[in-house]
Each structure stands twice: as C-alpha cells, then as structure tokens.
C-alpha cells in the first residue's frame, strides 16, 4: 500500500501563461493521500487590480508529491520514511469570461 505525503509548502503547482491577470492567493493542501482515496486541493486565484474583470486565462499545473509505502496490516513504514518525490502533470486550467457569468431569471 502506498501512502501519498504532499511536500511541504507545494501541492500545486501552476505556471499562468497571462501573470498579469490573475495573483495566487493561497493554496489549499490535502494534507496526506491514500492509494485509491480522493481528496481535493485548491489553488485560490485574485484577478488583478490592473487587469480587465474576467480576462482569459491559461494556467499549466503539476501535482507534486512524496510517495511513501506503508505496510496495510500494521500501518508501519516499509523502506524509506522519506519515500521518494513525485510529479503529476494535470489538465490546464482555463479561466474564461464566461466563469464569471450567470443566468438571471
């Protein structure tokens, strides 16, 4: 069995193709990941003061991670307690005007 250990400080990690439009506020950490568990994490975004109100944008994101192998019966570590640094590469985000759109009525 697999246990996933977020690395410190870094979860997700986004690289936004317009910087200008949209500031990382903060970032929600799942605070550990068991294998065929889900949890969620969440990046928290603020438009820019000087960008227009609802512009596009394309961000790239990369899950990172510590994988470490914990034996199923006892809960103990098996093999290194540090376990060994992984990357995922996840779907873009698109950020659109109409993510800031509803219907009325």
Do not use: N
Not at 43 to 48: A, D, H, N, T
């Amino acid at each position: 069995m697999f246990k996933i250990v977020p690395v410190p400080g870094i979860v997700i990690e986004h690289a936004p193709d317009s910087p200008q439009h949209y500031d990382h506020v903060a970032s929600v950490h799942a605070p550990t990941l068991r294998c065929g568990a889900t949890e969620r994490a969440w990046l928290i975004l603020r438009g820019s003061p000087s960008s227009t109100f609802g512009a596009p944008a394309h961000f790239l994101a990369e899950l990172k991670f510590r994988v470490v192998e914990i034996d199923p019966t006892t809960g103990e570590f098996e093999g290194d307690e540090e376990g060994f640094q992984e990357d995922y590469p996840l779907e873009d985000i698109e950020i659109s005007t109409a993510d800031f759109v509803a219907k009325v009525g």
